[in-house]
């Protein structure tokens, strides 16, 4: 059995895997290639089978999201290390014996993202992730190289390896057993910041999250579900409360959910504003969602959360008021 397993999801995707997994198959000698389906209703097992027979099928028995539907397949994968890829993902040559290399070097390192720069602009980081997430305060995530959509082009600025808060469910490596030590992605979320809680509940657990310059990938981003689409929103701004929910230091908890509920007000005005009415609802939606999950998720705090979170008072404030547009500007 190979050391590796790279885990591709998909739903109705058949065109984006005749667009990259051929790279994935060319460039992932290390690793045993599975794609996970989420109950496709397009031609997407036919054409693996067809075109990539040396490729495992792993069938789920519905669409249950990023979340449900890799905890369900995962189930089913044996090596050790799991790289949970998204469909629109292009990899480059050697992209994967520098991620194997930091967790044979690192044992307290569970997880590791690599390098995501923009697969239609390649020059530029992507927005998923691109070297490295942290979170405000608030909740709100941010990375080397995007603070929110201002997206720096990479000029070697982070080719540093360093540890970082979260990794982009993109291109997520982590290791099989803390993936089931800490029972998967919470499927509450089904899709959107589940990565960031699992690093959040991964980093209470002691261990190290580390982005890895030296491993390239090429991210289209949106192609499952566009920026624009007020269902984003929804579960972008019910899923950081519910984040936030669960990890938050119990003496910092409810001041700080109840500023996100006001700031999140203030970004349905914008919204109202900027005639996106839409995606006001679709934040109104989120909080009624959030109540409704409140109390579920609760529950599911850690006796004793420590405070892991990045130490950065406010991205917008520092965004919108200080014109802080780059990483550097936040530490």
Known sequence: MKKIAVVILNWNGVKLLEQFLPSVSQFSPEATIYVADNASTDESIQFVKNNFPDIKIIQNNSNKGFAGGYNEALQQVEEEIYALVNSDIEVTENWLNPILKTFSDEIETAIIQPKILD??????????????????KFGYPFCRGRIFDTLEKDNGQYNDAMEIFWASGACFFIRKNVYREMKGFDEDFFAHQEEIDLCWRTINKGYKIKYCPESIVYHVGGATLQQANPKKTFLNFRNSLLMLTKNLPKNELFQILVARLFLDGVAGVKFIAGGQFVHCLAIIR???????????????????????????KSVVYGYYIKNGTV?????
């Open 119 to 136: 697969f239609k602009k390649k020059n530029y980081f992507e927005y998923a992730g691109a070297a490295g997430g942290f979170i405000d």
């Open 327 to 331: 990483f550097a500007d936040y530490i």
């Open 286 to 312: 989120g909080h009624f969602s959030f109540y409704g999950l409140f109390l579920k998720n609760y529950r599911k705090r850690e006796k004793n959360q420590i405070e892991t979170y990045f130490k950065i």
